[in-house]
Structures are given as structure tokens and as C-alpha cells.
T-cell receptor, first 112, second 113 residues
Framework: ETGVTQSPTHLIKTRGQQVTLRCSSQSGHNTVSWYQQALGQGPQFIFQYYREEENGRGNFPPRFSGLQFPNYSSELNVNALELDDSALYLC???????????FGPGTRLLVL | SQQGEEDPQALSIQEGENATMNCSYKTSINNLQWYRQNSGRGLVHLILIRSNEREKHSGRLRVTLDTSKKSSSLLITASRAADTASYFCATDEGTGTASKLTFGTGTRLQVTL
């Protein structure tokens, strides 16, 4: 157990809807990163939040957005869902200069 | 996009045998990390090797890094059924305040009794 929790564990949405995924980071960690993992692929970096500010973004469109709160928990929001957004969404927390990231169990999103 | 490829894509061995997985990447890196994932769940960090290191050990794990060839290998010795999982390498270019990992495509390891 890494101490990183994510909710919900599973989610089914229809195309065009919006979704919010949540992540609670490990105690003492001030950085949260989000990754998308399509079936049979490795995780792909979406974005990272450090002290409530976006601190880097991968190759994802603006309809993927996020927030980090003062307690360092985080949300991932996806608007106008597309079928290809179906994936496992992973968050990972770390301390700012720490190289190792600690992953949560993920949220599996299915878009119909 | 994925950083690179892992080889093989799938590996099936018997308990007690050694398992070797290879990872290639494309850009200059600060460090390379290996993670394990059981049944599509969260990833567990296994080992980190920095760009100025060539070999590292942790228990039954041995990792090598060849920055001239942009490649790494993970060796699991005396494998156990509990080692059955997907293994991913991830590179960190070391820019900014915290790691932003770029993952490979993964190797699915099956260890049978």
C-alpha cells in the first residue's frame, strides 16, 4: 500500500459527458501527477501539479484539466468525453525533489 | 507518446528460472526506473538507476543501464509465481521540480509452478 487513494474505482460514462476523478496523495507529498493507461499500453503522462500550480503537461488536449487543493489532494476533469478516453487513470504523489513516485490503485473509466 | 519499447512483450517461465526484460528509450535521461503492475492496478516502484550508474541490485532484482545504447535491462533471479505481473521501465528527463515519467510499453511476465 502506497497511501495514495483514488475514487471512484470504476466509472461508466457516455460520450460527450464530463467526469471528475479524485486522488488523495500520501501524507507529506506536495506533488501529484496524473497518467492515462490505455489497455495493453504503458501509462502516459497527462499533467503534474506542484503546490496547487500546474507544473508540466503531456500531449493531452485542453479538455483534460486538473486542480490541486491546499491539502495536496487533486482532481482530474475530462470534458466532452470520447470513446478513446476509456482507460485506467492513475495518480501518483511524491515530494517535490523526490524521484520515486507512489501510485494509487487507479480509476477505470469506460466511455460508451 | 511512449518513450520506447520493451522486449519481450510477453515472457513465460517456470518458477526458479531467471527472467530478463529489456527496455530501450529515445532521449537523454536523468534516471530510469522500473515499476511492476499487477492485473491492471496501480504501479509499484521496484528500483531506480541514475544516468551515471551502470548497475544496481535490490534483493532478487538486478538492473543495468547503458546510456550509450539508450537501453536498460531488468533481471529477476529465482522467479516466483508471485512475480507474475507486467513490468514497465520509465524514464525521467530530470527537468523541473519533480519527476515526470515516460513509460515503455511493458513486458507481461508469467511465472508458472
Amino acid at each position: 500500500e502506497t497511501g495514495v487513494t483514488q475514487s471512484p474505482t470504476h466509472l461508466i460514462k457516455t460520450r460527450g459527458q464530463q467526469v471528475t476523478l479524485r486522488c488523495s496523495s500520501q501524507s507529506g507529498h506536495n506533488t501529484v501527477s496524473w497518467y492515462q493507461q490505455a489497455l495493453g499500453q504503458g501509462p502516459q503522462f497527462i499533467f503534474q501539479y506542484y503546490r496547487e500550480e500546474e507544473n508540466g503537461r503531456g500531449n493531452f488536449p485542453p479538455r483534460f484539466s486538473g486542480l490541486q487543493f491546499p491539502n495536496y489532494s487533486s482532481e482530474l476533469n475530462v470534458n466532452a468525453l470520447e470513446l478513446d478516453d476509456s482507460a485506467l487513470y492513475l495518480c501518483a504523489s511524491s515530494w517535490s525533489r523526490q524521484e520515486t513516485q507512489y501510485f494509487g490503485p487507479g480509476t477505470r473509466l469506460l466511455v460508451l | 507518446s511512449q518513450q520506447g519499447e520493451e522486449d519481450p512483450q510477453a515472457l513465460s517461465i517456470q518458477e526458479g528460472e531467471n527472467a530478463t526484460m529489456n527496455c530501450s528509450y529515445k532521449t537523454s535521461i536523468n534516471n530510469l526506473q522500473w515499476y511492476r503492475q499487477n492485473s491492471g492496478r496501480g504501479l509499484v516502484h521496484l528500483i531506480l538507476i541514475r544516468s551515471n550508474e551502470r548497475e544496481k541490485h535490490s534483493g532478487r532484482l538486478r538492473v543495468t543501464l547503458d546510456t550509450s545504447k539508450k537501453s536498460s535491462s531488468l533481471l529477476i533471479t529465482a522467479s516466483r509465481a508471485a512475480d507474475t505481473a507486467s513490468y514497465f521501465c520509465a524514464t525521467d528527463e530530470g527537468t523541473g521540480t519533480a519527476s515526470k515519467l515516460t513509460f515503455g510499453t511493458g513486458t507481461r511476465l508469467q511465472v508458472t509452478l
